[in-house]
């Protein structure tokens, strides 16, 4: 038999890699890891072993919950709940459905016990939004399976795609595809790959929709010296393998809103980004635009002390999908040995708004002040609304040793400033349960939605390796900020918090217009917005936007003239009764808000702006605080008579009086306390059915159920006397004409908090 030069090779360095450091002391900085240094770890190894279920002993599975929402909830327990003992579950991945964000399955390398170094595909699914898990078993029971990467397309189909290895360590992944949330997996689909894959499915409404993406080590290939391949026919195929220049590894994928592809990873020396247009038309051979350095003041690492036969993370790249000033933005984040610091572990990121040709300077996320703590595991994905969220494990908290904590922080600015780093659990230690392997696996997985985050991680609360969810709500960690929700076209909106400066292009960066004011019966255009006057502001697409100042406002005075006034808010709700004024008895019409079309309403919520018409000139009194003067209170009349008219902008067009489409709002405000407003729009005269659910699938309100004639509707929903937590509502709306086949049917979460 011939000499094997290159395993000859490998085994030299390996052997150095981890000898070096008791030959010349701890203090020898670590050599930075190359794929053929370190000998593959997803070999197949070890013997399936099956427990008889009289031998399988249970413990109470781990749950946690905080007041502001958030919550852990193990997701590796057995039919009743409960955590199955002596087993080890780690490396999670998980998928969202995008129809239906109350479903959800993670998978995970399963070991059915640690004594053994043979693992599986396990995976569990959830119908609540994650606050309960079915672990049904495994996908193909007895079969070698690693490296589990999770995702969804548009239509809710979920996929699996799995490494194997057979005795001879020749790599193959296979995707499963589960059509119902995740309960069943159907058969497999050949996906060339190798090992450390990565995948990702384009749900844009892009020419790549429906395409999947996946990269892997070019070191441990199944196909070199290829290791990207694209599944095309919604994963039916997967085609021939290709190469990246720079050969970038141990990464991640992802594409823009048009499907333009980038694919980040540690490259030769650097981290690297790689783009390609044309991976996203199945017609065109795939090319690669540019492949381009990324500075983290760093490397990636291998075998820390936290996680010492793992990574210490995988680098993350993700790239802003909205229609927002942010959208197109490229950003990539790694937990690196710093070369700058002697810190030994910190997560660091950088952006580039150019498409992946510029990079900025490194940004580091945990903000820590000690120089000897672990920041490892680090995690980002991008929520539709723009914001970027970020986790790792911490060990600041426990100076000296590995125990960890899970961290989180967010930006809303494309990664410009950073909230104030928060610890969302208990310390555990990550030595604890390992099977026979010294590690945690190598990555957890996060998919943001516009209020939160939906992680999948792995922890040891119960003294072993176990999978977990958490829910991380998005407001809980920004200061003196609440989340303002707007339509497309026409909004009314303030400002409900003190800033330094408050231009326009900060508080409300997505909207496409000019802010409005009125004064003198014309609109004037105000690039800099004051708290006390409501604005129209113009929006290209529904959504939800983040507002952050300085500090909070309880207490409004607002000028007004007689005739009609726009104005604004204060930083919690506050009942129209309950305004004063000065002239006391200042009498007024109604208060009117705007969702595509004038609403009456009863309550000043925080970043909308109102219409009030006052006879006479005065001051009105908004206080969340002050008791109410009745002496002083504004006398309300009402007239029936209308608002103006939002501003026409040259070239547009007013707002139909009726919708050319179906549509469900998102509520607001949300999080809310005791009640909220959820607006949605009929093109036709249809029955409609809207109802609020809890996550058991249990009704729990019945807000509308009649024949409604076309157009924009609002509705209130009083959540007194039910518990705190996540709610959701379901529209049903069946035309009653026939015009149109079918119904529209619409989801949306909502958060009570009490």
Not at 17 to 37: A, C, D, N
Not at 362 to 380: E, H, K, L, Y
Not at 654 to 662: F, H, L, V
Not at 728 to 737: N, V
Request: hydrophobic letters at 35%; proline letters at 6%.
């Amino acid at each position: 038999m011939g000499v094997d030069h290159r395993r000859i090779a490998a085994f030299v360095a390996i052997v150095f890699v981890f000898i070096s450091p008791l030959l010349f002391g701890q203090s020898t900085k670590e050599v930075r890891p190359t794929p053929i240094q370190l000998e593959q770890h997803e070999k197949f190894e070890g013997k399936h072993t099956a427990v008889r279920p009289e031998n399988q002993k249970f413990s109470p599975a781990y749950h946690r919950s905080s007041a502001d929402g958030f919550f852990i909830a193990q997701v590796n327990v057995s039919g009743t709940g409960e955590n199955i003992v002596d087993d080890a579950a780690n490396e999670p991945s998980l998928a969202v459905d995008p129809t239906n964000p109350n479903r959800m399955a993670i998978g995970w390398r399963q070991f059915n016990t640690i004594t053994d170094n043979f693992r599986q595909a396990g995976y569990g699914y959830t119908t609540d939004a994650g606050h309960a898990w079915t672990f049904p078993g495994i996908i193909e029971p007895g079969i070698f399976r690693s490296d589990p990467v999770l995702d969804a397309d548009a239509n809710g189909n979920f996929f699996y795609n799995s490494l194997t290895a057979d005795a001879y360590n020749n790599f193959s992944c296979a995707v499963f595809k589960s059509v119902d949330g995740g309960v069943n997996w159907g058969t497999k689909t050949d996906a060339r790959g190798g090992d450390k894959q990565w995948m990702i499915a384009d749900k844009t409404e892009s020419i790549g929709r429906d395409n999947f993406y996946s990269f892997w080590t070019y070191a441990y290939s199944s196909c070199k010296p290829g290791f990207f391949t694209r599944g095309i026919f919604g994963g039916l195929l997967y085609e021939n393998c290709i190469e990246i220049p720079d050969n970038p590894y141990w990464g991640t994928l992802d594409v823009d809103r048009n499907g333009v592809l980038y694919v980040g990873g540690w490259g030769s020396g650097d981290f690297a980004v790689a783009k390609s247009t044309t991976a996203r038309d199945i017609y065109t051979s795939i090319t690669w635009d540019t492949v381009v350095a990324v500075n983290l003041d760093g490397y990636i690492t291998y075998g820390t002390d936290p996680n010492p036969g793992g990574l210490a993370g995988q680098t993350w790249l993700a790239v802003d999908k909205t229609t927002n000033s942010t959208s197109g933005n490229v950003y990539v984040l790694c937990s690196v040995q710093r070369e700058s610091t002697s810190d030994p572990l910190d997560v660091m990121f950088s952006r580039s708004t150019d498409g992946g040709l510029n990079w900025s300077a490194p940004v580091r996320i945990n903000d820590d002040t000690s120089s000897t703590a672990w920041q490892w595991f680090g995690t980002m994905s991008v929520a539709p609304n723009g914001r970027i969220d970020v986790v790792w494990l911490d060990t600041r908290d426990n100076p000296g040793t590995v125990l960890s904590s899970l961290y989180y922080s967010c930006s809303i600015d494309g990664g410009l400033t950073w909230s104030p780093n928060k610890r969302l659990s208990d310390s555990f230690d990550p030595h604890l349960g390992w099977p026979q392997q010294n590690k945690m696996g190598d990555y957890f997985h996060m998919v943001s939605d516009s209020t939160g985050a939906n992680l999948a991680w792995a922890a040891t609360f119960n003294g072993e390796q176990d999978v977990y969810f958490s829910w991380i709500p998005e407001n809980s960690v920004i200061r003196n900020s609440m989340l303002i929700s707007v339509d497309d076209r026409w909004n009314l909106v303030s400002v409900p918090v003190l800033r330094t400066s408050s231009p326009k292009t900060t508080f409300f960066p997505t909207s496409i217009s000019d802010a409005f004011y009125y004064k003198d019966g014309v609109y004037i255009s105000k690039d800099s917005l004051e708290s006390d006057k409501g604005y129209w502001l113009k929006f290209e697409s529904a959504q939800a936007i983040l507002v952050a100042g300085d500090t909070t406002i309880v207490n409004q005075s607002i000028s007004v003239q007689e005739g009609w006034n726009m104005i604004g808010s204060v930083s919690s709700p506050i009942a129209v009764s309950s305004i004063t004024s000065d002239p006391p008895s200042l009498t007024t019409s109604d208060f009117w808000g705007y969702s595509q079309s004038y609403i009456r309403v009863d309550s000043i919520l925080p970043g909308k702006g109102y219409w009030v018409k006052v006879q006479g000139t005065g001051t009105l009194f908004l206080s969340s605080t002050t008791a109410l003067n009745i002496a002083s209170r504004i006398k309300i009349a009402s007239t029936g008579e209308m608002p103006p008219s939002p501003p026409v902008l040259s070239g547009e067009e007013e707002m139909p009086a009726t919708p050319i489409t179906y549509a469900l709002k998102q509520n607001y405000p949300n999080p809310f306390n005791p009640s909220t407003t959820i607006s949605y729009q009929l093109p036709m005269r249809s029955h409609v059915t809207l109802r609020v659910f809890d996550l058991l699938g249990r009704e729990v309100a019945m807000l509308v159920n009649s024949i409604e004639e076309p157009g924009y509707k609002t509705v209130k929903f009083n959540a007194n006397g039910l518990p705190g937590g996540v709610y959701y509502y379901r529209i049903q709306a069946r035309p009653t004409d026939g015009g149109q086949a079918g119904n529209f049917i619409s989801v949306k979460k909502l958060l009570l908090l009490k």
